[in-house]
């Protein structure tokens, strides 16, 4: 089945690709400037094709210095690309850096050939020639990458609003991130390491008002902290919520 496409930074791409370039510019950390993007039949002739698909793309260097031109092709490789520098004695091309997504299942012809000749070692022109770029990274694929630099798990929001818990109070509909906060509460009264209330009581039994509920469940936090029983979100709750590591904010 052919990959979803989707624009970005003006050009087309499939979702794959712009993964991996993202990951490239925080290795290189700088953001690329995009020449050429992929799903682009017929759009550049020196290009013999392998842009006519998806996976590829081309990076503008121009600008840039010998040094800072190798050091965008290095992290292209290492995230899953055949990437080459390609420069203005090759071709009719001005300096860029040439680079087809490996495996990338809407690969043109033009461009699976020369993953194939990436493989091999070679430069992916029409002269075969040797490899003129960092070696190391033949075999590397995206999915590789990934399963070697996981992705970071989220910062978890530990932000909770007075403004939020006020509303809670009296309230019965609350959405958006307000709605979070009173449901992040709870979930922490839940938790095994607080014990203050049940799982089954972070929403209320069927009937019972939300803002009854919240009352209630608040009181049950101040009653096993040894506060006082008011039912209100106050002062020494959100301390308590503190020692905890979550942010009180007005």
């Not at 791409?13 to 050429?36: H, P």
Request: glycine share 10%; net charge positive; with cysteine.
């Amino acid at each position: 089945m052919p990959e979803a496409r989707i624009v970005w930074r003006g050009k087309t791409f499939n979702r794959r690709t712009v993964a991996m370039v993202e990951a490239a510019e925080k290795i290189c950390q700088s953001k690329f400037a995009i020449l050429q993007g992929s799903y682009n039949k017929g759009g550049v002739t020196a290009s013999a094709g392998t842009h006519d698909g998806g996976g590829a793309v081309d990076i503008d260097i121009a600008t840039k210095s010998p040094t800072q031109r190798r050091a965008v092709v290095t992290p292209m490789r290492q995230v899953g690309f055949a990437a080459w520098l390609r420069t203005p004695a090759q071709g009719n091309w001005p300096y860029h850096v040439h680079a087809i997504a490996v495996g990338d299942k809407d690969l043109s012809r033009g461009a699976a050939h020369q993953v194939a000749e990436y493989r091999r070692g070679r430069n992916g022109l029409a002269d075969r020639g040797k490899d003129d770029g960092p070696a190391g990274n033949y075999g590397m694929t995206w999915e590789r990458y990934l399963k070697a630099h996981p992705p970071g798990r989220p910062v978890p929001d530990v932000t909770i609003s007075l403004g939020a818990m006020e509303y809670a109070r009296i309230h019965d509909a609350m959405n958006g991130t307000w709605g979070a906060d009173r449901a992040r509460v709870l979930a922490w009264a839940a938790h095994p390491k607080v014990g203050a209330i049940t799982r089954a009581e972070t929403v209320p039994p069927p009937g019972v008002p939300w803002h009854v509920h919240f009352q209630r469940m608040i009181r049950k936090v101040q009653q096993h902290f040894k506060l006082e029983a008011t039912g209100s979100f106050d002062t020494a709750v959100a301390t308590v919520m503190k020692r905890y590591g979550y942010e009180i904010v007005a």
